[in-house]
């Protein structure tokens, strides 16, 4: 089974996909960490986030990929761990540009179809639905209000011990929907046949719940099929 899970930055795709792939025994892929390794590759390079060219170049001799840490999915780049470094503001504030690079964008989906293979997985991002795994068995596209998303990423911020005001956090997210769902390949938008949810007043269980139920409904209807 594939599963698509898209919606804008701090929707809580990656809190939800993350315990319904545990749950299920699904392998989860985070596809924004890739996009946000490339923009450490940049970053790390020296090299202009939006020089198509030379990230491509850079990608060439890169190797991202997911290893199970302890308690959570690690990200790695060049065997380095860089599941924190990737989350940093630096990070954050250009991965909308490097991510809107086409050759970029190529590059990761070939990946991303690469790692989905054959496997029950279940992949979260922004254009999983509409290009990366059109055919997808389950598609859910989470929305939030902007308030309660920037909320959410405050208190995640909290918990890491990083101080970031709540009204820079919120500009940052507006800034980061209006980026990624208006550049030219592949914007974030709903696949026509995906199931719309908002978690603005759901808590993380509520979700999880509603998802693992639409989840085992299309297992039934499949099996019966
Ligand atoms: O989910 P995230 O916030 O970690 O994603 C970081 C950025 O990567 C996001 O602002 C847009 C981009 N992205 C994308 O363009 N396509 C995806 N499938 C996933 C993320």
Same mark, same amino acid.
């Given at each position: 089974?594939?599963? *698509?899970?898209?919606?804008? $930055? ?18 989860y892929?985070?596809?924004g960490?890739?996009?946000? *390794?490339?923009?450490?590759?940049a ?16 990608? @060439? ?24 470094t ?29 790692? &989905? #293979? ?17 055919? $997808?068995?389950?598609?859910v596209?989470?929305? &939030? ?12 911020? @909290?918990?890491? #011990?990083?101080?970031?005001?709540? $009204?820079e956090?919120?500009?940052?997210? @507006? ?18 046949? &995906? ?31």
């Amino acid at each position: 089974m594939q599963i *698509a899970i898209d919606g804008p $930055a701090s929707a809580g795709k990656s809190t939800v996909a993350k315990i319904v792939a545990k749950n299920l025994n699904f392998i989860y892929i985070d596809t924004g960490a890739m996009y946000r *390794a490339c923009t450490l590759i940049a970053k790390n390079g020296k090299v202009d986030y939006g020089d198509e060219a030379k990230i491509l170049d850079l990608l @060439e001799n890169s190797k991202i990929e997911f290893k199970n840490g302890e308690k959570e999915q690690k990200v790695f780049v060049n065997g380095q761990d860089v599941s924190l470094t990737i989350r940093t503001p630096e990070i954050t504030a250009n991965v909308s540009q490097v991510s809107a690079l086409p050759g970029i964008r190529k590059k990761m989906v070939e990946l991303q179809r690469e790692m &989905a #293979g054959q496997n029950n997985v279940i992949m979260d991002g922004r254009d999983i639905g509409t290009t990366v795994l059109p055919h $997808a068995d389950l598609k859910v596209f989470l929305v &939030a209000s902007v308030a309660s998303r920037a909320k959410r990423r405050y208190l995640d911020f @909290e918990e890491k #011990g990083i101080n970031q005001d709540l $009204a820079e956090i919120e500009r940052d997210i @507006e800034q980061r929907d209006y980026k990624d769902s208006h550049r030219k390949i592949s914007p974030l938008k709903k696949a026509a046949d &995906a199931i719309e949810l908002d978690t603005t007043n759901l808590t993380i269980d509520e979700v999880v719940k509603k998802i693992t139920e639409l989840i085992e409904k299309k297992q039934k209807k499949e099996t019966k099929e």
